[in-house]
């Protein structure tokens, strides 16, 4: 199977992530809540593990310490600037106005996706492995807040049926992005060290800023233990694969 065959089929299995959401019309919304706060702690981890040792370590192989550290901070600050121009993307709970937000939701999704695209493509294309964790990692973080999407959809007018073929159709960037980044790769190959440290920086950002406060929303020693455990585990579920893969 070709590189780019693989980057196309990973890229639609991300896109099916959009239709977790639909859970919601199965189950109590209130206790999909909760549970989505394991998915989180489990993501944390596989984020946050994705980023400090691999594509960082990746990066300083094909680069130097000196020039891919300050790129790896760079990818902080840009997806900070990102989230606050795509600010309605993270609306929850009701506090803004859904109608009005229902459409830039939709909007700031597809932006998204197709930015989750080209990450995707550029770690398969400094390494297989790699592209796998990223992938893993990508549609982790993808799974709780598809779920608060599809939760804003319905609150602003759309049918739950709707909120589904919307939010995929959305979702589908993820292949444009992964289709553009595959077809610019020559041009883009020699920008690869610093692009893994901009995607560490990326997930780093999302498992500190968007992610782990999420976590403090319970105070139950139980839960918080349980949380923990779950990071750890996110953390070690993509180290040993990447040993193994690696043949260490």
């Known amino acids: ?9 990973v890229s639609f299995v991300e896109s099916l992530i959009a239709f977790i959401g639909g859970l919601f019309a199965i189950f109590n919304a209130e206790k999909l809540k ?3 706060h394991f ?7 596989a984020l946050l593990s994705v980023a400090m040792l691999d ?17 790896v901070l760079v990818g ?3 997806f900070f600037i990102l989230e606050k121009s795509l600010f309605w993307y993270h609306c929850h709970d009701g506090v803004c106005p859904v109608h009005t937000y229902t459409y830039l939701v939709l909007w700031g999704d597809f932006l998204h ?4 695209g080209v990450i995707i493509t550029l770690a398969f294309m400094a390494n297989f492995e790699l592209g796998l964790l990223t992938a893993v990692a990508v549609i982790l973080h993808e799974i709780p807040q598809e779920i608060s999407d599809f939760g804003v959809l319905v ?3 759309l049918s739950r049926r709707k909120a589904l073929i919307y939010n995929y159709f959305s979702a589908v960037s993820v292949i444009i992005g992964a289709v553009i980044t595959y077809s610019l790769g020559f041009w883009l190959e020699p920008f690869l060290p610093f692009a893994l440290a901009i995607i560490a920086g990326n997930f780093i950002y999302l498992a500190l800023t968007d992610l782990m406060p999420e976590l403090h929303e319970t105070t139950s020693f139980k839960h918080g233990l349980l949380q923990t455990i779950l990071i750890i585990a996110g953390a ?6 990447g040993l193994f893969l690696s043949g260490h």
């Open 55 to 71: 594509l960082i370590p990746e990066a300083i192989e094909l680069g130097s310490v000196e020039s891919i550290l300050p790129f």
């Open 155 to 157: 609150a602003g007018g």
């Open 39 to 45: 998915v989180i702690s489990f993501a944390v981890g």
């Open 76 to 78: 902080i600050v840009l």
């Open 34 to 36: 909760k549970a989505s």
């Open 113 to 116: 996706n197709l930015v989750d």
């Open 236 to 241: 070690i579920a993509v180290v040993i694969p």
């Open 1 to 9: 199977m070709s590189l780019f065959v693989t980057i196309i089929i």
